[in-house]
């Protein structure tokens, strides 16, 4: 579960600042650490749901 928070931290950090590239930050460390491409797909696409959602409430 570290890894998973630690990427997407790192990868929302990243997006924040430049407004792009969670999906692709996070997939591609995550397939880097020897995570299995399914589980990959699934946690970034759930994660990018509720980020996507969290920022349009924001605005």
Do not use: K, N, W
């Not at 996070?26 to 970034?44: D, E, Y």
């Amino acid at each position: 579960m570290l890894p998973f928070i630690a990427v997407g931290y790192a990868a929302q950090r990243a997006d924040g600042a430049i407004g792009m590239a969670y999906g692709v930050a996070s997939t591609t460390i995550l397939l880097s650490l020897g995570i299995s491409p399914a589980a990959v797909s699934s946690s970034v696409h759930a994660a990018e749901v509720f980020t996507t959602g969290a920022s349009g409430l924001a605005r």
